[in-house]
Protein backbone atom coordinates (compact mmCIF):
# COMPACT_ATOMS: atom_id res chain seq x y z
CA UNK A 1 0.00 0.00 0.00
CA UNK A 2 1.26 3.49 -0.71
CA UNK A 3 1.13 6.16 1.78
CA UNK A 4 1.68 9.71 2.48
CA UNK A 5 3.56 10.50 5.37
CA UNK A 6 5.86 12.64 6.96
CA UNK A 7 9.92 11.70 7.65
CA UNK A 8 11.85 13.86 9.85
CA UNK A 9 15.32 15.84 9.04
CA UNK A 10 16.90 18.60 10.80
CA UNK A 11 18.99 18.21 13.66
CA UNK A 12 18.71 17.76 17.28
CA UNK A 13 15.67 20.04 18.92
CA UNK A 14 15.39 21.57 15.48
CA UNK A 15 12.88 18.98 13.31
CA UNK A 16 12.07 18.97 9.74
CA UNK A 17 9.37 16.85 8.38
CA UNK A 18 9.38 15.79 4.46
CA UNK A 19 5.75 14.80 3.31
CA UNK A 20 6.53 11.69 1.39
CA UNK A 21 4.99 9.30 -0.95
CA UNK A 22 6.22 6.19 -0.05
CA UNK A 23 5.14 2.43 -0.16
CA UNK A 24 4.30 1.76 3.75
CA UNK A 25 6.66 -1.12 3.51
CA UNK A 26 9.70 1.12 3.85
CA UNK A 27 11.31 2.39 6.77
CA UNK A 28 11.00 5.81 8.21
CA UNK A 29 13.83 7.74 6.52
CA UNK A 30 14.27 4.93 3.09
CA UNK A 31 13.70 5.59 -0.29
CA UNK A 32 10.48 7.49 -1.38
CA UNK A 33 8.32 7.47 -4.14
CA UNK A 34 8.15 11.35 -4.07
CA UNK A 35 8.38 14.66 -1.83
CA UNK A 36 5.28 16.08 -2.00
CA UNK A 37 5.89 19.22 0.62
CA UNK A 38 7.56 19.78 4.23
CA UNK A 39 6.80 20.52 7.27
CA UNK A 40 8.57 23.10 9.66
CA UNK A 41 6.87 23.02 13.02
CA UNK A 42 9.61 25.46 14.70
CA UNK A 43 9.53 28.03 12.07
CA UNK A 44 10.44 31.40 12.58
CA UNK A 45 8.32 34.77 11.66
CA UNK A 46 10.30 35.11 8.10
CA UNK A 47 9.73 31.12 7.71
CA UNK A 48 7.32 29.10 5.55
CA UNK A 49 6.10 26.27 8.33
CA UNK A 50 3.93 24.10 5.73
CA UNK A 51 3.93 23.84 1.78
CA UNK A 52 2.12 21.68 0.08
CA UNK A 53 1.41 20.65 -3.43
CA UNK A 54 -1.90 19.64 -3.38
CA UNK A 55 -2.13 18.60 -6.92
CA UNK A 56 0.75 16.06 -6.68
CA UNK A 57 -1.12 14.81 -3.37
CA UNK A 58 -5.00 14.59 -4.49
CA UNK A 59 -3.50 12.65 -7.76
CA UNK A 60 -1.92 10.05 -5.21
CA UNK A 61 -5.27 10.00 -3.37
CA UNK A 62 -6.59 9.42 -6.68
CA UNK A 63 -4.74 5.97 -6.97
CA UNK A 64 -5.08 4.63 -3.48
CA UNK A 65 -2.50 6.03 -1.34
CA UNK A 66 -3.53 6.88 2.30
CA UNK A 67 -2.15 9.69 4.62
CA UNK A 68 -1.28 9.01 8.17
CA UNK A 69 -3.63 10.91 10.39
CA UNK A 70 -0.83 13.94 11.06
CA UNK A 71 -0.63 14.01 7.33
CA UNK A 72 -4.52 14.50 6.84
CA UNK A 73 -4.80 17.21 9.18
CA UNK A 74 -1.87 19.28 7.73
CA UNK A 75 -3.69 18.69 4.03
CA UNK A 76 -7.42 20.02 5.55
CA UNK A 77 -5.41 22.68 7.61
CA UNK A 78 -3.26 24.13 4.23
CA UNK A 79 -6.26 23.98 2.17
CA UNK A 80 -8.32 25.90 4.44
CA UNK A 81 -5.13 28.54 4.73
CA UNK A 82 -5.62 28.35 0.54
CA UNK A 83 -8.60 28.98 0.20
CA UNK A 84 -8.97 32.05 2.33
Do not use: C
Not at 21 to 37: F, P, Y
Amino acid sequence: MVTIRLTRRGARNQPFYHVVVTDSRKRQGGASLENVGFFNPVAGRAETPLRLDLGRIDYWMGHGAQPSERVRSLIASYRKQASV
